[in-house]
Antibody, heavy 119, light 110 residues
């Protein structure tokens, strides 16, 4: 079955870096766009970034532009989120989600990985 | 503050019908398809409605979506206690060149 499994979350100090991964299975990963969406504790969903099926197009929320970088390795069926210069406000559960294309809905979601930025 | 506006909460009795609204602008809902997501307590979001009004396989016909101009609506009929969840609308914003979510509506089934 279609499955997305996030990993790489943890507790990190402000200003440090972290890389999240999202392992995909059960579908042809290289054919679909992929999103990262986050949810701060007790808050709503916030869209973070999206990447096209081939990695040629990427878009970011203003709140993360220049600090977070989305990428993918289609040979490994894996999506990544490189998180640099982390801030307290980046504390959230991070979900990866599959999409038919960049500007489209998210039809399958992972269970999420938690990132806590704290000194 | 979210780009898409949703009421923070709504409540209704079991068996009743409820409608959840989502208001946007010409650069987002006015230009693109709307999707809706259900997030049960402690769980990841799940796609309920896509392309304004289509249901993925396995989503009951009790859930329906519509769009008019710069607003969208999710309707749920025959409410069940298991429908208690947070509901989010989402779309693409052409001006921001990014995805946008509503702030979410917490549905309580009394």
């Amino acid at each position: 079955q279609v499955q997305l499994v996030e990993s790489g979350g943890g507790v990190v100090q402000p200003g440090r870096s972290l890389r999240l991964s999202c392992a995909a299975s059960g579908f042809t990963f290289r054919s679909y766009g992929m999103h990262w969406v986050r949810q701060a504790p007790g808050k709503g969903l916030e869209w973070v970034a999206v990447i096209s099926y081939d990695g040629s197009s990427k878009y970011y929320a203003d709140s993360v532009k220049g600090r977070l970088t989305i990428s993918r390795d289609n040979s490994k069926n894996t999506l990544y989120l490189q998180m640099n210069s982390l801030r307290a406000e980046d504390t959230a559960v991070y979900y990866c989600a599959k999409a038919p294309a960049i500007a489209h809905y998210m039809d399958v979601w992972g269970k999420g990985t938690t990132v806590t930025v704290s000194s | 503050q979210s780009v898409l506006t949703q009421p923070p909460s709504v409540s209704a009795a079991p068996g009743q019908k409820v409608t959840l609204s989502c208001s946007g602008s010409s650069s987002n809902i006015g230009k693109n398809y709307v999707s809706w997501y259900q997030q049960l307590p402690g769980s990841a979001p799940k796609l309920l409605i896509y392309d304004n009004s289509k249901r993925p396989p396995g989503i009951p016909a009790r859930f329906s979506g519509s769009k008019s101009g710069t607003s969208a609506t999710l309707a749920i009929t025959g409410l069940q206690t298991g429908d208690e969840a947070d509901y989010y609308c989402a779309t693409w914003d052409a001006s921001l060149s990014g995805g946008v979510f509503g702030g979410g509506t917490k549905l309580t089934v009394l």
